[in-house]
């Protein structure tokens, strides 16, 4: 399969927060026009790529991303249109080497992304095949449903509290199928807020729904101390599921471990 793409371009939108990001429309040789968005996130990490943002103040408050667009129209649209690629790897590769940074500081990771997402989906689409069936057989892998995970409270920087863990998630590794999975994770949802209610009133819910608790911790003793607490209040685990099928068929751990959490700035 060869990819060539004969128009490039990006402009500026909005996400569901109202902030900047750009899209990418791509038109490939045989007239076929792909659109991909670059997802974008409230708060970052030490290690991730560079989010190229403006910084100009008198535009979004700073947020505007008028300069990556500005590389996807000039800078990638000169290096990468007519020309021949034997794969969509081929033209990331391309994207990697053009930027030449580690962190993709230079043209922004918004802008490498926003290029790479709407040459993946155009290579899928020349494929016939939707876009996670075409990056298994990429990968090399067996598609399967994951275990969903349920982001039920917030701290850290999502959340005017003390509470140091950003996201408390919850996973149903013992569940049978993923529509199990999917009530179990409503349900202690539902309950969870009831307990936190009855214990002390919380600010209403945060972003996307999750839960964001009035929690002051004991002096010498984390919130996660805690957890005791509510599962005997929702009467939950710790129940032992090793070695058996999850949502998507693959065998799962014993549950009950915690999972790490992530602290202050660190989304995914």
């Known amino acids: 399969m060869t990819l060539r793409i004969t128009e490039l371009h990006a402009v500026e939108i909005l996400d569901s927060r109202a902030r900047p990001t ?8 045989d007239g076929r026009q792909i659109r991909a968005g670059v997802p974008s996130g409230a708060s970052t990490g030490t290690r991730e790529a560079v989010e190229l943002r403006d910084g100009d103040r008198t535009r979004y408050g700073g947020q505007g991303v008028s300069t990556a667009v500005g590389h996807v129209n000039a800078e990638i649209t000169r290096a990468l249109t007519e020309r021949d690629f034997a794969s969509a790897a081929d033209i990331d ?11 993709k500081s230079r043209l922004g ?22 876009l996670w069936r075409h990056l298994a057989e990429v990968a090399g892998t067996v598609p399967r449903l994951p275990v969903p995970h349920f982001n039920v409270v917030n701290g850290g920087a999502h959340a005017a509290n003390d509470l140091d863990f950003q996201e408390f998630m919850l996973a149903p590794l013992c569940a049978p199928s993923l529509p199990e999975a999917v009530r179990a994770g409503a349900e202690v949802y539902a309950r969870l807020k009831t307990a936190a209610g009855r214990r002390r ?13 009035r929690h002051r911790a004991p002096r010498g003793r984390p919130a996660s101390h805690r957890r005791g607490d509510h599962r005997r209040r929702l009467h939950t685990g710790p129940r032992r599921c090793r070695d058996r099928p999850g949502p998507g068929g693959q065998r799962v751990p014993a549950a009950g471990r915690p ?3 992530r602290g202050r700035g660190a989304e995914q």
């Open 22 to 29: 750009l899209a990418v429309t791509l038109t490939t040789g």
């Open 93 to 103: 590769q391309a994207l990697i080497e053009l930027d030449g940074t580690d962190t």
């Open 201 to 213: 009133p919380h600010h209403g819910p945060g972003r996307r729904g999750r839960l964001r608790p």
């Open 259 to 261: 999972v790490p959490g």
């Open 109 to 130: 990771a918004n802008a490498v992304i926003g290029v790479s997402l709407a040459v993946w989906r155009a290579e899928a689409a020349a494929a016939g095949q939707p």
